[in-house]
């Protein structure tokens, strides 16, 4: 098992894990169409690549199978946590959590915040992150909510 950054060759599989993600984890906690239209964004080819061109995307590889990724934006902002459905549990989110922890440290930040699915909420809260707000995201006929949290550094 290893980290690394990724690249345009991973897109595929990057995109793949996010749909497979939100789709069998989010069950709980949003409506089959609330599911359907945030894992249709793994369609949305320029955020993609927007993903892998302007961020710090890293991924965690054990034998060429990628189990989760995640991404820094800018100093500060903490875009992606996604850890394959099979694989949560294992401290692989905690891991990605560390390594873009450190990037933000070395990129001078101060605090760091992200907006996070009811799923993800809980880790970043062990984590040491207060939530700021609850947020109303319209995507096509939809409303998802999901929440600002921050943590100083």
Known sequence: MFIRKANIEDLGKLQQLFRDSI???GQDYYTPAQLKV????????????????EQFTI????????????????????????VSQRQQGKGY?????????????KR???KIYSDVSYMAKPFFLAQGFSVLKENENPLDEEILINFRVEKVL
């Open 23 to 25: 789709l069998k984890s």
């Open 38 to 53: 945030w894992s249709d964004r793994a369609d949305v080819s320029s955020r993609w690549l927007a993903l892998i061109k």
């Open 59 to 82: 991924l965690l590889e054990v034998e060429n199978e990628v189990l989760g990724f995640a991404s820094l934006r800018g100093e500060d902002y903490f875009d992606f946590l996604y």
């Open 93 to 105: 989110a905690k891991q990605l959590y560390m390594a873009i922890l450190a990037e933000a440290k």
């Open 108 to 110: 001078g930040a101060t």
